[in-house]
């Protein structure tokens, strides 16, 4: 674990003036390229292609799968959503979800081992009990789903039950995730979405007595109402219920891409140097009651698999997000949902109704993709390695390490990095500032930012 600089240090390095020269927005990068830099058209033929490549190896496959359905849409929501009520929606979508499936395992085989397996949404645990029954036993039926594969959620505190839990953890569901974001009642108004910390705590309570081993909170930074006051009452209140991991991920303003956002007033947003503030005040909580910083927004005790992976310099992330055991294969199943196949990115149509016309009209709902090169390769490598490890061997910076550490001299005179005898480091200050660090190495830096796929992924 890098060491951490004393307060007054930090505040001297994350001066207003510096916050200013890195307000930049960034793409998060889960896919490198980012999927606004796709290239050509990439279409339903070139995913079946992909997956019959994909079928003459017996790498492990990790799913993820989209639940869109949530029964009111908050403010700060950046994620594909679909807002309903209504039973028979989830019900339409599951099967179709399934046909899409039977379509991926046609040119896939259906013997594939999977070993990871996660539903995000939108709210997945507003499915009922049925209908998570059946969609886990058309996911068995159609992957050989091992015994020990990791199995985990997104859900909603304020939809959970105790009925619920258990039958999630009949399932084989071992970690959960919850949305929490803020806890200040002023600013749950603000957003759209009010859910008391008695009914947080109570879920958690819930979560730990059912026997749920990973249970990870999500909060968010840079929401309208917040201040630094907040979030320390958030982070306290949240550290008194013993979560494994807390991601404190940074909200994403982007009215165009997401109308909700725009009730919003620019006014009402923090600035740059807030945004630093309300983030600097979550990670010190955090990192004081034992917490280890893993990446960018993520933290987790000492003992959580994924701080020793951290420890242990193997840290790495797939499109489902930190991890320490990377699949061969990563698919999406479902609307919006973003897929790694065969060095093929691939995501489904993005709202509901084009998603299912492609199913409907006989094939798979394909809205774009990307043919990795080695070069993209490469780059993901070191913004891995970067983000995840905040550490890059000179050894794997290519022929000419020095195109790079030129682009990055002004944030090793900034105090952000630091030119080690093996290689980049980032300094504890350099922390605060991990994306533009790494748009150091990513060729087209300077795309602003973009919602890609299901980030950040709060239910
Ligand atoms: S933030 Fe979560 S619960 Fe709220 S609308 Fe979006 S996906 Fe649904």
Redesign the pocket.
Known sequence: MRRALPPAALDAALDAALVARYDASGPRTASYPPAPAWGRPFGAADYRAALREASEDDGDVALYVHLPF?P???L??G?P?SVTRRAEKVDAYLHRLEIEVKRVTRELGTARRVTRLHLG???PNILTESQLLVLHQFLERHFAVASDAERSLEA?PRHVSYTQLQWLYALGFRRLSY?VQDLHPDVQRAIG?VQPAGVVREAVAMARDVGFEGLHLELVYGLPGQTTHSVASTVDEVLAWGPDRVAVFGYAHLPSLRPNQRAFADAALPTAYERLSLFRTAAERLEQAGYQWLGPDHFARPGDPLARAHRDGVLTRSLMGLTSVSAAHELGLGMSAIGDVAGRYVQMEGELPGWAKGLDDGDLPVQRGHVQTDDDRWRRDLVTRLLCRQFVPYAIMGDDPSVFLHRLRPMATDGLVEFGADGLAVTPAGRYFLRNVAMAFDAGAGRGASVEGRYPR??
Request: net charge positive.
């Open positions: 949530c009111q849409r908050c700060y929501c994620c959503v949404g939108g709210t909603d949305g979405r709060t239910a």
